[in-house]
């Protein structure tokens, strides 16, 4: 196969860059549909012909985050006059505000098995990686294949003997015991990455840092993570993605105590009819912390640190 | 500073074996050259002074010491490597510092120290700077200068400038040397250049397949190669060799090669069977009048001298001669040798057997 050495022409240039805008606006058209879906009344959310154009709410925002009755007369007298504006968009419906609901709770759950399983997956992902890139390990190759060969199946395959492993260890409905599962599953991924970025470090950097008085661990932590910090944040954003939206094993393993926002947000519509807006907007908080998380990393993904300070 | 002292040192990679069984001493505040080709065990050897490597047996001294066992970051030394080894993510400052944090030094002697270093390698306007944009030479002096900060027992240098440009090499190499007088320090430095190693270094170890092949300071070693390899690997054009059959007795004075007789130093054992005459290039001239005859074959012009190159009845020989003297190819023309330069070989073992002229420099090697 052969490249052309010359500059595309501005045609083509411009044929490419209708290419991608026209790609990214069909893979988030759904995701503008449920952020939209989010501001809309109830009836506008399953209006038929779909409305684009439409008054917004925050009504789907307050059902997410309160429980509410249908009030009566008697009940609307006993309240008084609603003193705030939430209170004044469940009245203007019908209903008096009975309590918060779950999902502020639901979604800490998600917030510290999420970013708990990564920071867990993170530690014993490089250490590990390390030791099998600098070290002679015993039938390494066999141990790196056997790690790889627990994502052979779909992980859920092994639901019924983790159901029943837990449930001996008192881990069921537990976060610690998320934790682990999901660190289990990830430790893997993130190991085979990891590896590979760490191949990547000249093994002089921590020599040098032997040679100046610093013991292996420090060489490790002072030099080497320093300059993995890209293939750590990417390896990280992939285990925090997965450890976020994970939906088989959270409707399983956990229900009252540690229960992720994943399978919380389908139960929000069963409450009062077809509760569209409540659950777009749940959906939508729910996808701001990864969100904001890969902003805050995109700067070590895209920077090559290490570039030019070893000739090769 | 400290005396280095190697003995009995070996290492085995699996089955693989790089060093075996290597002695020798490095006197204090000698700049000492490792030399030889590549996969010769000279890097194993120098990183298992360091520390980088544990030797499978025998024992490494510096400073009286044994350090053997114990890991680089107890044995107080220095190392300059071939890619330099910059931390990427600190500013040369950082870098020259880096050592002193590790020993606990206080900030203010720390900047001072800093300063006083870069002062002398002449990178003071570079403190600053990230190491990643830096030249060739100046990544060189700010590894330099991140040895010499902490004033080690010793230097240890992986062919520290193998990654330069030809044309600075030769720079830089001077000013290591002048660095290495200035600070007095035990300097141990791997190089496969030899050309480097006798310009620079106050002794030579030349090593090949992991073993030592001689010891010395350079002229000895050029003068009076223990063995037929180092005889080859230094000098350029190296060393002739004429194989012939035949017996040197004891105490003999000349050799006979074909028509042939030539004087040679006292050998001082007697052997036959396969022999090797070792001739230097600078130490074979044209000699009309010679018995020993060989045809021209080719004649590289260097400027002051050329290199002829001619056939003989045992094979090719160089001369390096006056590049004033006319020499025509396919012309046949008598060959002679300086006398007291010679050196004759066992073909098979490929030692230099013992004269007169070389016994000393053999025996302390």
């Known amino acids: 196969m052969s490249f052309s050495a010359t500059e595309p022409s501005i045609r083509t240039k411009w044929f490419a860059g209708l290419l991608v805008i026209g790609y990214a606006i069909v893979t988030l058209i759904p995701l503008l549909w449920i952020i939209a879906t989010g501001f809309k009344s109830p009836a506008d959310s399953i209006a038929y012909p779909p409305v684009v154009v439409f008054e917004p709410t925050l009504e789907g925002y307050v059902n997410l985050f309160t429980d509410r009755t249908r009030a009566t007369e008697q009940m609307l007298d006993d309240a008084g006059p609603p003193t705030t504006w939430y209170e004044q968009i469940a009245r203007d419906r019908g209903t008096v505000i009975s309590g918060p609901s779950r999902y502020g709770e639901r979604f800490l759950n998600s917030v510290i098995i999420g970013f708990g399983s990564t920071a867990l997956c993170m530690i014993l992902g490089t250490m590990a990686a390390y030791a099998f890139s600098r ?136 409450v009062s009819g077809k509760d569209w807006p409540a659950v777009a907007a749940g959906a939508t908080i729910f996808l701001v912390p990864v969100m904001v998380f890969t902003i805050l990393l995109r700067k070590h993904l895209l920077r090559g640190i290490t570039f030019g300070a070893v000739r090769k | 500073m400290a005396q280095i002292r190697i003995e009995n040192v070996r290492k085995d990679f699996g089955s693989f074996n790089a060093v075996k069984s290597s002695s020798f001493t490095i006197e204090d505040g000698e700049f000492f050259m490792l030399l030889g080709p590549s996969g010769c065990g000279k890097t194993t050897t120098l990183r298992m002074m360091a520390g980088l490597e544990l030797p499978t047996s025998g024992e490494i001294y510096i400073d009286g010491q044994e350090v053997g066992q114990k890991p680089a970051s107890q044995r107080d030394i220095a190392f300059v490597f071939q890619m330099f080894a910059l931390y990427p993510h600190m500013n040369v400052r950082k870098n020259i510092s880096y050592p002193l944090y590790s020993q606990g030094m206080a900030k203010a002697d720390v900047t001072r120290k800093v300063s006083e270093v870069a002062e002398i390698l002449g990178i003071t306007e570079i403190l600053d700077r990230p190491v990643g944009g830096l030249s060739g030479g100046d990544r060189q002096r700010v ?32 000013e290591l040397r002048a660095l290495h007088d200035r600070m007095g320090a035990t300097t141990v430095y791997v190089t496969h250049d030899q050309l480097e190693a006798m310009q620079m270094g106050d002794k030579i170890v ?143 073992s490929g030692r230099a057997l013992r004269s007169d002229a070389n016994q000393e420099v053999l025996n302390h090697g």
């Not at chain 1, 190759?141 to 779909?154: A, G, K, N, Q, Y």
């Not at chain 1, 094993?249 to 519509?269: C, D, H, R, W, Y």
């Not at chain 2, 009076?224 to 007795?249: Q, R």
Request: charge should be negative; aromatic fraction near 10%; include cysteine.
């Open chain 1, 135 to 270: 070290f002679k390990v015993p039938l390494k190759d066999d141990l790196l294949f056997f790690i790889l060969s627990t994502r052979m199946m779909p992980p859920i395959a092994v639901a019924i003997p983790i159901f029943l492993m837990f449930r001996n260890l008192g881990l069921n409905d537990t976060h610690l015991g998320m934790i682990l599962l999901y660190t289990a599953v990830n430790l893997s991924l993130s190991v085979w990455l990891l590896k590979g970025f760490i191949d990547e470090i000249p093994v002089e950097y921590e020599e040098a840092a032997l040679i100046d008085g610093y013991t292996r661990f420090q060489a490790f932590y002072k030099v080497v993570l320093p300059q993995a910090a890209t293939g750590i944040a990417s390896t990280a954003i992939f285990c925090l993605i997965f450890a976020w939206n994970e939906y088989a094993f959270a409707v399983l393993l956990t229900s009252g105590n540690a229960q992720t926002a994943p399978p919380f947000i389908p139960t929000i519509i069963g």
């Open chain 2, 143 to 174: 590894a330099l200068g991140r040895a010499i900060v902490r004033d080690p027992k010793a230097f240890f240098m992986d062919e520290p400038l193998g990654a330069l440009d030809a044309e600075f090499r030769e720079h830089m190499s001077a």
């Open chain 2, 206 to 348: 030349v090593m090949n397949h992991g073993v030592v092949e001689q010891f010395g300071i350079p002229q000895q070693i050029y003068d009076w190669p223990a063995t037929k390899f180092v005889a080859e690997f230094i000098g350029s054009p190296p060393m002739n060799f004429l194989e012939f059959n035949g017996t040197v007795g004891k105490g003999a004075e000349t050799i006979e090669l074909g028509d042939a007789s030539f004087a040679i130093p006292r050998q001082l054992d007697g052997v036959s069977g396969a022999l090797t005459l070792g001739v230097r290039p600078e130490h074979a001239h044209l000699n009309d009048a010679s018995a020993y005859r060989g045809e021209v074959v080719a004649a590289e012009y260097l400027g002051t001298t050329q290199i002829v190159t001619l056939r003989t009845e045992h094979g090719r020989v160089k001369a390096r001669i006056p590049s004033h003297v006319k020499v025509r190819e396919g012309e046949r023309t008598g060959l002679d040798f300086d006398a007291r330069t010679l050196t004759l070989f066992d073909a098979t």
